[in-house]
């Protein structure tokens, strides 16, 4: 009798952006179709992944301390099969199986839909393999584009993190080469998916349900395509998606300041589902700093859009990414990225340390010399103008009511419900104890959601099933946990109410704040009581 060789148990670890989020679900829906089923302990996983970012050098550590964690986990499990996925498998290459010979597979980004081949084959012969993309420096565009495959297979439900919240790939790419970044590498060229099959796949995600999409996209608001002697720009796309029954909600990240033209922004003021809020990375408030950075715009520019933002959607909330500490960043220079912050008083920001990235012209460029002691303390002052201006501005939300769309139970309501951090069984993509990359320090944000990387919004995960949010016959009819949902304009409010809210739109009062979260109580509709007065009655 031939012994059985390989459980089917699979663990994935993924850290990173959202679009790295999307990817997992993908990857891990076509294994489910191979038979397997995810795990959380790594440690009875014959199948073990990292799906990885390089955009700063310690997301990168971060996947070699726990892959040397692993090193003996073979003397163990014989037929473990390791695999190292997405940007840094594209960044690194062999240097992975180098530095982790254990190691079985490195897969690039533009190669993923090979993942299940690879994973049988090197179960069956125990060798190495590597499927990586062709890098930009060694063909014509053409060919390297041709060699980043848009990884988007028919979607499976059961994958996603939550039963009604999708991410829809619009792009994939990248061609702005800002200096510091990796992404136009680890991506490859920008190239923007068919507009019918995006059209098509937001279809059958509302038919399944999903009442709110995400277009995703390295510079989402570029999207451009001609299909049937039509060109679709992003304000075409959302157009179409807009007249999809089912769906209340469309956001889109992460956009680029110079290609953020009138028809976006009156698609964003005029359609009801789109929501009112736009991630718009400055990166720094000096010119001569985004000189360096090669972003394309000044300060000038950024403020015109801006203007332009506001005149066209009026109550617009907006969000940028700063880098701190970039080469040759002086204090005079750092003071300029905090008066930009002063004066457009982002809803949130998202900072980052400068980290050199070897393959960017910064790396070959410039010094890195903004010692880590002054990065670090530009990083707090930074964080902390921010913090004050998001707590400042969710004061002024007090006493107005929002529709929020509730996405699950807050963080605290988890942590009651099961006496610790909670961790899903369900089919959430946070199966790993591996820490996620550097979080960057943000506000605005419910620490609720990992998060990494640029774009305004992390991913939400709605990590309880269904079924475990319904009041427990005992609780009821009390139970009300605290929920946790965003406005229109993306700001987190957390609220009590019914479970059963989970995945639709509701009514809430603002109440109290914090610098990060709206804090009120849920007001569905006003009747008359006895008296002349009208009463919010709460679910
Ligand atoms: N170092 C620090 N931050 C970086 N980012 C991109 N590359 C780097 C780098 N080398 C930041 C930018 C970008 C976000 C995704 O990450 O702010 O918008
Ligand atoms: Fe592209 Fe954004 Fe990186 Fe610039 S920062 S190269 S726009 S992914």
């Known amino acids: 009798m031939t012994e059985p060789t390989h459980n089917q148990k699979l663990f994935i670890e993924t850290v990173g952006c959202q679009m790295n989020m999307l990817d997992s679900e993908l990857v891990v829906a076509a294994l489910r179709k191979d038979g397997f089923s995810l795990t959380d302990d790594i440690t009875q996983a014959d199948t073990v992944l990292f799906n990885t970012c390089s955009v700063r050098e ?161 510079t989402v608001n570029s999207y451009k395509f001609v299909q049937e002697g039509r060109t679709w720009r992003l304000s075409d796309l959302i157009s179409a998606v807009h007249d999809i029954p089912g769906l209340d909600r469309i956001k889109f990240v992460t956009n680029y300041p110079k290609d953020m033209t009138d028809d976006l922004l009156e698609v964003v003021r005029d359609l009801p589902k789109v929501a009112k809020y736009l991630h718009v990375p400055a990166q720094s408030g000096c010119d001569d700093m985004l000189k360096r950075m090669k972003r394309g715009y000044t300060v000038a520019h950024y403020r015109d859009m801006m203007e332009r933002i506001a005149a066209t959607v009026p109550d617009c909330a907006v969000s940028s990414d700063f880098i701190v500490g970039f080469c040759g960043e002086t204090d005079e220079a750092h003071q300029k990225s905090l008066d930009l912050i002063r004066e457009f008083r982002f809803k949130n920001s998202f900072i980052f340390k400068y980290s050199p990235r070897g393959g960017t012209k910064a790396y070959q460029l410039y010094a890195d010399d903004v010692p880590e002691d002054v990065k670090r303390a530009r990083n707090h002052e930074m964080l902390a103008l921010q913090n004050s201006i ?150």
């Open 58 to 218: 310690h997301a990168e550590q971060k996947i070699y301390s726990a892959l040397g964690r692993l090193k003996f986990s073979k003397r163990e499990r014989p037929n473990q099969v390791i695999g190292v996925i997405g940007c840094m498998a594209q960044k690194d290459q062999k240097l992975i199986f180098k530095r982790a010979p254990h190691v079985d597979l490195v897969v690039g980004t533009g190669q993923l839909a090979e993942i299940p081949r690879l994973v049988a084959e090197a179960r069956e012969n125990r060798e190495r393999k590597l499927a990586v993309s062709l890098s930009r420096r060694d063909a014509t565009r053409t060919e390297v584009a041709g060699s980043f495959l848009s990884y988007d297979p028919l979607r499976d439900p059961e994958m996603r993190p939550s039963p009604f919240q999708a991410f829809a790939r619009i792009m994939i790419g990248c061609d702005k080469f800002c200096t510091y970044c990796v992404v136009p590498m680890t991506r490859g060229p920008e190239q923007s998916r068919p507009a019918l099959d995006i059209v098509a796949e937001c279809r059958q995600l509302a038919h399944e349900g999903v009442k709110e999409i995400t277009f995703l996209g390295q």
């Open 390 to 539: 998001s707590e400042e501005d969710n004061a002024l939300r007090i006493g107005r009511t929002y529709e929020v769309l509730v996405e699950g139970l807050s963080k605290t309501a988890k942590k009651d419900l099961h006496g610790q951090e909670f961790s899903a069984d369900s089919p959430s993509l946070r199966t790993g104890s591996v820490p996620s990359a550097p979080a960057p320090t943000d506000v605005g944000h419910d620490h609720d959601h990992d998060h990494d990387h640029d774009c305004g919004r992390e991913p939400v995960v709605l990590d309880l099933p269904l079924a475990e949010l319904s009041p427990t016959p005992s609780a009821a009819p009390e139970y009300r946990p605290q929920l946790v949902g965003r406005t229109m304009c993306d700001r987190i409010v957390v609220f009590p109410g019914n479970p059963r809210l989970v995945g639709s739109l509701a009514r809430v009062q603002v109440e109290d704040c914090t610098q990060t979260t709206l804090i009120g109580s849920i007001v569905t509709r006003e009747v008359q009581h006895g008296s002349s007065s009208a009463l919010p009655i709460l679910v």
